[in-house]
T-cell receptor
Framework: AQSVTQLDSHVSVSEGTPVLLRCNYS??????LFWYVQHPNKGLQLLLK??????LVKGINGFEAEFKKSETSFHLTKPSAHMSDAAEYFC????????????FGAGTRLAVHP | GAVVSQHPSRVICKSGTSVKIECRSL??????MFWYRQFPKQSLMLMAT?????????EQGVEKDKFLINHASLTLSTLTVTSAHPEDSSFYIC????????????FGPGTRLTVT
């Protein structure tokens, strides 16, 4: 079965400091992995995706994630946080059954302080 | 491109009534659409997968007679919550997958349902 665990429910950083949001996955086959962001009262936006190509994936707004098969991890990073990065972040793994079924992690709320 | 809309964005209804939520892909054809439910401060839970022209596939524990899904065209799917109860109050989010594959879904902005 596929599952994803986000190791931190809340992360708080100061503006201009690095961001690290941790995600571990479990999959019985080579997964596709995603990071989505959800701002208050807005729809989910895709930040980046890994689909068995390069293990270091660059996304929008300066975010990137590295797929590490040996560690079953797909952590999200950003060198310098902006106030506008404050949001809920979801790590997602593609599930079984075809038709692009997605399995969401519990989410990590990122707070950015001035 | 790849915009998904939902209507309404917010709805309040009385217990026992039914409410319909629309999900539209505005600039692409969506062969598959998904309906999710999100409780406050929790993650998204997949309710059902719908394919244009066929019956929806519901996840375990989701009542298909209560949450009616229709995917009548390649750009429109509807979710009808029948005989709504206060415990059905939630944030409902749809997503659409295009025909290009790559496991990418495009999400709508969500509909906040409150049942009084």
């Amino acid at each position: 079965a596929q599952s994803v665990t986000q190791l931190d429910s809340h992360v708080s950083v100061s503006e201009g400091t690095p961001v690290l949001l941790r995600c571990n996955y479990s999959s019985s086959y080579s997964p596709s992995l995603f990071w989505y962001v959800q701002h208050p009262n807005k729809g989910l936006q895709l930040l980046l995706k890994y689909t068995s190509a390069a293990t270091l994936v660059k996304g929008i707004n300066g975010f990137e994630a590295e797929f590490k098969k040996s560690e079953t991890s797909f952590h999200l990073t950003k060198p310098s946080a902006h106030m506008s990065d404050a949001a809920e972040y979801f790590c997602v793994v593609s599930g079984p059954g075809g038709y692009n079924k997605l399995i969401f992690g519990a989410g990590t709320r990122l707070a950015v302080h001035p | 491109g790849a915009v998904v809309s939902q209507h309404p964005s917010r709805v309040i209804c009385k217990s026992g009534t039914s409410v319909k939520i629309e999900c539209r892909s505005l600039d692409f054809q969506a062969t598959t659409m998904f309906w999710y439910r999100q409780f406050p401060k929790q993650s998204l839970m997949l309710m059902a997968t719908s394919n244009e022209g066929s019956k929806a596939t519901y996840e375990q524990g989701v009542e298909k007679d209560k949450f009616l899904i229709n995917h009548a065209s390649l750009t429109l799917s509807t979710l009808t919550v029948t005989s709504a109860h206060p415990e059905d109050s939630s944030f409902y989010i749809c997503s659409a997958a295009g025909t290009s594959g790559a496991y990418e879904q495009y999400f709508g902005p969500g509909t906040r349902l409150t049942v009084t």
